[in-house]
């Protein structure tokens, strides 16, 4: 496309030029043909009546048959090309140029007593007329000038006609032959400018033609000082902030897909979270209503059941309070309700603290605990939130440990952090539930998870929590069991 244009703008320019071009030489020799011979005309009586003055003029200053005359009037005979015949008043030759004195004489007579014939009258003032006129003889034009002298005597004065044809010819033969010259060479010139002065557009063209691809890496280098490197330099401006406003487009539309696909996982959240809730809660509401129900129609009259229905209601209605006591902290936490306080602590004495209130539970399930070795360690957290993720991770050690039931909670410092695990003996986790943990209600075993009481938060809340203090957590599995770590500031060596 751009080799088109490029041909087509070269070959209009060149054709538009070469055409005027011509146009010109065209009228300029018409010009000529039809003025160029009445001018030589013109300008040829002028050099006669020049001549008839200077003859005039160095007659009557000096003697006519001098060498000084003789020499002058040659002179102007020669460069001139000019015939010249004087005679006295008696007819006889004084001065003569010619070739034929007696023709001239003769008809010099002729014009003096009027027999002259084919006779053109072209100008009269005073003592000499001037004229064109045919000799009868050798059948030639001429351009004669005939008079008196201021001394008295006449004088003939004559040019050829055809050789101002011929040189008027001559300069139109040459003035045609230049002009075609001229008009080959001004072809090829505006060929060649054209070329030049169109490079810096068809780069303009190319520009222009990635950036409709959105392509704004080529830019326009200016060489001058002119239109076209004006037109250049706002291109490269209208370039730079077409990619910027394409740039800030484009980083536009990324964060709307990106909030549009956080809404939809938001939705899918809320759905998900409801169809949890609603699980959830549906078991102990369908026990409690069972055994409620059971209780006021008298199922069994004994008192022996009345406390065990009675302590059944009261497991479930414990576990649904704690299920909306966990989900109030959660919500708390992801909505940044609760802020973070940074507080200097002892890590060891929150770790004996949460072991020491769990102590029950490790001995009901038959857990053997075993302790870091470390006495103190001083660390910056927020002492509510890591002990809400030690919490939960302790009660998911002591629920899902099996085989040797060993649970093992380390603290090891790492530069200027520590790094908590709990860990416990037990099956290591699969890889598909790995990525699914710190989801929330998720459960890896639903019927144990039941079975202790789990609602799937816990987890969540660890994420919730760790997030907000911003520091690292995780899970990793052991060929023996499962350890979950987390880190926080230190200040102090262990």
Same mark, same amino acid.
């Given at each position: 496309? $751009? @080799?088109?244009?490029?041909?087509? $703008? ?14 010109? $030489? ?16 013109? #300008? !040829? ?9 200077? $003859? ?11 060498? =000084? ?25 004084? !001065? ?21 014939? *084919? ?30 002298? =201021? ?18 010819? +001559?300069? #139109? ?57 004006? +037109?250049?330099? /706002?291109? #490269? ?38 169809? #949890?809730?609603? /699980? ?10 069972? &055994? ?16 065990? &229905? ?42 004996? %603290? ?35 993720? +030690?919490? %939960? ?5 002591? /629920? ?12 090891? @410092?790492?530069?200027?952090?520590? @790094?908590? *695990? ?25 019927? @144990? ?46």
């Amino acid at each position: 496309m $751009i @080799r088109f244009l490029k041909k087509s $703008i070269i070959r209009e320019y060149t054709f538009v030029f070469g055409l005027l071009l011509s146009a010109c $030489i065209v009228l300029i020799s018409v010009f000529n043909l039809l003025t160029l011979g009445p001018a030589y005309m013109y #300008n !040829k009586q002028k050099v006669l009546l020049s001549c008839y003055r200077d $003859i005039d003029s160095a007659a009557s200053a000096g003697d006519i048959s001098s060498d =000084e005359f003789d020499r002058s009037l040659g002179e102007i005979s020669a460069i001139n090309n000019i015939e010249v015949l004087i005679i006295d008043a008696d007819k006889q030759i004084l !001065k003569s140029t010619g070739k034929d004195s007696t023709m001239m004489t003769r008809r010099l007579l002729d014009f003096v007593f009027g027999g002259a014939e *084919n006779v053109n009258p072209l100008y009269e003032s005073g003592r000499i007329k001037i004229q064109r006129t045919t000799d009868p003889r050798m059948k030639i034009e001429y351009l004669e000038l005939w008079g008196s002298m =201021e001394n008295g005597n006449f004088i003939l004065m004559r040019t050829p006609v055809q050789s101002m044809k011929e040189a008027a010819v +001559l300069a #139109n033969t040459m003035f045609i032959r230049f002009g075609i010259i001229a008009i080959i060479a001004g072809i090829i010139f505006i060929s060649m400018a054209t070329k030049k002065i169109t490079r810096p557009i068809m780069n303009l063209v190319g520009i222009s033609e990635k950036m409709t691809r959105l392509d704004f890496s080529e830019k326009f280098v200016s060489r001058g000082n002119n239109e076209v490197d004006a +037109l250049g330099e /706002h291109m #490269n401006r209208l370039s730079d902030k077409l990619e910027a406003t394409i740039e800030e487009l484009k980083s536009a539309n990324t964060e709307l897909l990106r909030d549009i696909e956080k809404k939809t996982e938001i939705d899918e959240m809320r759905k998900e979270f409801l169809s #949890n809730v609603s /699980h959830e809660l549906k078991t102990p509401i369908a026990l409690i209503q069972g &055994y409620a129900e059971g209780l006021k129609d008298c199922v069994n009259d004994d008192e022996e059941s009345r406390d065990f &229905y009675c302590d059944v209601i009261t497991d479930e209605a414990d576990r649904m309070n704690k299920l909306v006591k966990n989900l109030l902290n959660l919500n708390e936490l992801e909505a940044g309700g609760r802020k973070v306080e940074i507080e200097h602590f002892d890590l060891m004495e929150l770790i004996r %603290n949460c072991t020491a209130s769990m102590d029950i539970l490790i001995k009901q399930n038959g857990i053997s605990l075993v302790m870091p070795q470390q006495t103190s360690i001083m660390v910056w957290a927020d002492e509510f939130k890591t002990e809400q993720v +030690l919490t %939960n991770y302790l009660s998911n050690a002591i /629920h899902y440990a099996s085989g040797e039931k060993t649970v093992r909670i380390g603290a090891t @410092r790492n530069g200027d952090t520590v @790094r908590v *695990n709990v860990f416990n003996t037990g099956e290591p986790i699969s890889d598909e539930v790995l990525p699914n943990l710190w989801t929330k209600f998720y459960k890896a075993d639903k019927a @144990r998870t039941r079975e202790y009481g789990g609602s799937g938060i816990g987890l969540s809340i660890v994420k919730a929590c760790m997030e907000a203090m911003g520091r690292d957590y995780g899970v990793e599995n052991h060929p023996d069991g499962v350890s979950f770590w987390f880190e926080v500031d230190c200040t102090d060596s262990i």
